[in-house]
């Protein structure tokens, strides 16, 4: 059947936890979220790793008995960057969560990392897609604000949205504002994003999902 319409399909136990690996730069609430959720027992699977190119988070993610990878991205040395990147995840995970990672990974790594990867972006895609979205919304006056969790694809910010959510907001916010009310927003939204593709109800169709 699955021939017949084109799909892929795999077969899991349904208590195998599966591991996830996480990037991060400096912003810390989307990884605080899902290491919050793992203790408590509310991420169903492991995060075996968190690999940033600061070394700002390390003590934070160490103390929740979480090992951290620091690798530096230069801008003349991004491949090599990739590349201990990759050695880091081979057959260490089934999933990578970019948890605000402020670098864009290239196809060549997308190719080979051999697990999708999701992403959080802030803002409400597709409006203000790129750098400095809350500037942008500042900008432009809009009365909501939001995030959303896609799959991760060679191009920027377009990849197969998971989940969006918004907050209401006014001439008032400053951009400061917006990103601070931006944050709780955007640490729900890839938490849900993550637990929604741990349990299987994310289908991929196309540049579209289907949500079950």
């Known amino acids: 059947m699955a021939?017949?319409?084109?799909?892929?399909?795999?077969?899991?136990?349904?208590?195998?936890?599966?591991?996830?690996?996480?990037?991060v730069?400096?912003?810390?609430?989307?990884?605080?979220?899902l290491l919050w959720r793992w203790r408590r027992g509310e991420l169903d699977a492991d995060i075996a790793m968190v690999i940033s190119n600061?070394?700002?988070?390390?003590?934070?993610?160490?103390?929740?008995?979480?090992?951290?990878?620091?690798?530096?991205?230069?801008?003349d040395a991004k491949p090599e960057a990739e590349s201990a990147m990759l050695a880091l995840l081979q057959g260490s995970a089934e999933l990578l969560v970019l948890?605000?990672?402020?670098?864009i990974l290239s196809g060549d790594f997308l190719e080979r990392v051999g697990m999708p990867a999701i992403n959080i972006h802030h803002s409400f895609l597709p409006a203000f897609?790129?750098?400095?979205?809350?500037?942008?919304?500042?900008?432009?006056?809009?009365?909501?604000?939001?995030?959303?969790?896609?799959?991760?694809?060679?191009?920027?910010?377009?990849?197969?949205?998971?989940?969006?959510?918004v907050v209401r907001v006014s001439?008032?916010?400053?951009?400061?504002?917006?990103?601070?009310?931006?944050?709780?927003?955007?640490?729900?939204?890839?938490?849900?994003?993550?637990?929604?593709h741990l349990a299987d109800r994310v289908i991929v169709d196309g540049r579209r999902t289907i949500v079950l």
Do not use: N
Request: proline share 3%; aromatic share 8%; net charge negative.
């Open 3 to 23: 021939d017949g319409f084109g799909m892929e399909w795999r077969i899991r136990w349904w208590d195998e936890r599966r591991r996830i690996a996480v990037l």
């Open 25 to 33: 730069s400096r912003y810390d609430h989307c990884l605080l979220e």
């Open 54 to 75: 600061h070394s700002d988070l390390e003590a934070e993610t160490v103390a929740a008995g979480v090992p951290y990878h620091h690798v530096p991205v230069r801008k």
């Open 99 to 103: 948890a605000r990672y402020m670098q």
């Open 129 to 165: 897609a790129g750098a400095d979205p809350y500037g942008q919304a500042r900008e432009h006056g809009v009365k909501l604000i939001g995030a959303t969790s896609h799959y991760v694809t060679e191009q920027l910010d377009d990849g197969p949205i998971i989940d969006q959510d």
């Open 171 to 196: 001439h008032q916010h400053s951009a400061r504002d917006l990103e601070r009310l931006g944050r709780d927003v955007e640490r729900l939204v890839l938490a849900r994003a993550v637990s929604l």
